[in-house]
C-alpha cells in the first residue's frame, strides 16, 4: 500500500518523526559603490563567488550630503540631481550584475555618512553574509573605508569582509574564485 497524502501546497510531506530539511541560506555578498576605480574589481569577484556559491549580491549606494549654499530650492535640487545620477549608476551597475550572475541584485540608496550608513545597513540587514571591498592601489592608501574597517571599525562588524586589490586583472580574479 502506498500514501500518496499531499500538503495544501502539494508537496509530499517529511516522514513521520523525521525533521523536514532546512532550506540552505543564501550568502548576500554587499558591495558598496563608489567613483573608485577599484569597485570594478570588487564588483566582479564578488559577481563571480556568488555566482559560483549560489550567493546573491547587493549594491549599496550612500550620497554623502555635500555643502549646502543655504538657498532651500538650491540645495533641494542639487538633491534631486545627486539622487538621480546615484539611481543610474546603480542601475547600470544592477544590469552588469544581472548578466554575470543571472540574479538582479537587492539595491540599497542612502543618503547620509558612508560608513555609518554600511554599519547601519549591515546591522539591520541579518540577509548581508559578506562585505566585499576593493582596496586602492595609489600612493593614497587602501581607501578611506578599508582602512575603517580594517582598523577601529572591525569591532563593530557581524560579517566578514574581503578585501580584493584593486590591481587584480579578470584572469587573476576568475583563478580565484
Given at each position: 500500500m502506498t500514501d500518496d497524502s499531499q500538503t495544501p501546497n502539494g508537496q509530499t510531506p517529511a516522514p513521520t518523526g523525521e525533521p523536514a530539511p532546512a532550506a540552505k541560506p543564501v550568502r548576500i555578498f554587499l558591495v558598496v559603490v563608489d567613483g573608485s576605480?577599484?569597485?570594478k574589481v570588487a564588483l566582479r569577484y564578488a559577481c563571480l563567488r556568488a555566482k559560483r556559491s549560489g550567493g546573491r549580491l547587493a549594491l549599496l549606494y550612500v550620497i554623502e550630503p555635500q555643502e549646502m549654499t543655504g538657498f532651500m530650492a538650491v540645495e533641494n535640487l542639487m538633491r534631486e540631481e545627486m539622487r538621480a545620477e546615484a539611481e543610474q549608476k546603480v542601475q547600470k551597475l544592477a544590469r552588469e550584475v544581472t548578466?554575470?550572475?543571472?540574479?538582479?541584485p537587492a539595491l540599497f540608496l542612502r543618503e547620509g555618512n558612508r560608513r555609518d550608513e554600511l554599519l547601519s545597513l549591515i546591522d539591520?540587514?541579518?540577509s548581508i553574509s559578506i562585505l566585499v571591498l576593493g582596496a586602492g592601489?595609489?600612493?593614497?592608501?587602501?581607501?578611506?573605508?578599508?582602512?575603517?574597517?580594517?582598523?577601529?571599525?572591525?569591532?563593530r562588524l557581524r560579517i566578514p569582509v574581503t578585501i580584493v586589490p584593486g590591481a587584480m586583472?579578470?584572469?587573476?580574479?576568475?583563478?580565484?574564485?
Open positions: 576605480p577599484e569597485l548578466q554575470l550572475t543571472g540574479a538582479i539591520s540587514d541579518p592601489t595609489g600612493n593614497e592608501g587602501p581607501g578611506p573605508l578599508v582602512s575603517f574597517l580594517t582598523g577601529r571599525g572591525l569591532s586583472s579578470d584572469e587573476q580574479l576568475e583563478a580565484i574564485t
